[in-house]
């Protein structure tokens, strides 16, 4: 699933939560990463990177939201069947001062469309 492989390689960067959107009963402590699939059409696919951390700390997030997400997950995805993905950069949001946990937030978000099989 291409949400898995995403979160997989976010994991290798300096912060370690990092979950699916669906997967979140309770907010973890400070940082953490939420991967949130968005409802597309055909083979176009869009995935939201929301990426938390603690007050204080909002360099950190956006050093990770600008530069560490772009080098982690690079320019292609390729799925566990096969599946090949571009990642196309579609924006992202500025820091938002304090979200319900106490924390500052950010996004990235990509367009993925499907590039075919390996």
Sequence with gaps: ??????IK????GSIKNVFLFSDI???PEPPYVIVRPVASSGDRREIKIMAY?????SNE???YIMNEVNKLLGDEVHDTDGSRYKLVKNGYTDITAITDDNCYF???SYLVPTLGME
């Design 1 to 6: 699933m291409l949400t898995n492989t995403i």
């Design 9 to 12: 390689k976010l994991k290798e």
């Design 25 to 27: 009963e309770e907010y």
């Design 53 to 57: 951390h603690s007050r204080g700390r």
């Design 61 to 63: 997030l956006s050093v």
């Design 106 to 108: 950010m996004e990235r």
